[in-house]
């Protein structure tokens, strides 16, 4: 059993290592995509982080500005969510927004 454990961990650890970033793809925006860097995903070691909105999607396409009301994709420099694939429901949470030297930082919960 202990031998089983062992490799369990090491499967583990190879698994977090291969899904910590999250790739980007966007409708018809390519040089968006090249300026964006990939999503840190910090979901495994913490559910409550600080992140950079590195860009807002509205219908796939990129906006500098969102109106109260719509329906918006944020970009993060890193996040505790898990992003939906192969059928699996993503996290749910709260994005704490403040502005400092044209910079927007998130204080981002993830809810279970």
Do not use: W
Not at 35 to 52: M, N, P
């Amino acid at each position: 059993m202990e031998s089983f454990n062992v490799e369990m961990e090491i499967q583990r650890l190879q698994s977090q290592a291969a899904h910590s970033f999250v790739k980007l793809s966007v409708g018809n925006a390519s040089e968006f995509t090249e300026r964006v860097v990939d999503t840190e995903f910090l979901g495994y070691d913490t559910l409550s982080t600080r992140a950079v909105v590195e860009g807002l999607l509205v219908n796939g396409n990129p906006v500098i500005q969102v109106s109260e009301g719509r329906d918006v994709e944020i970009l993060l420099n890193k996040t505790p969510f898990y992003a939906e694939s192969g059928g699996q429901i993503g996290d749910n949470g709260y994005i704490y927004v403040s502005e400092a030297e044209s910079t927007v930082y998130c204080i981002i919960n993830t809810v279970y």
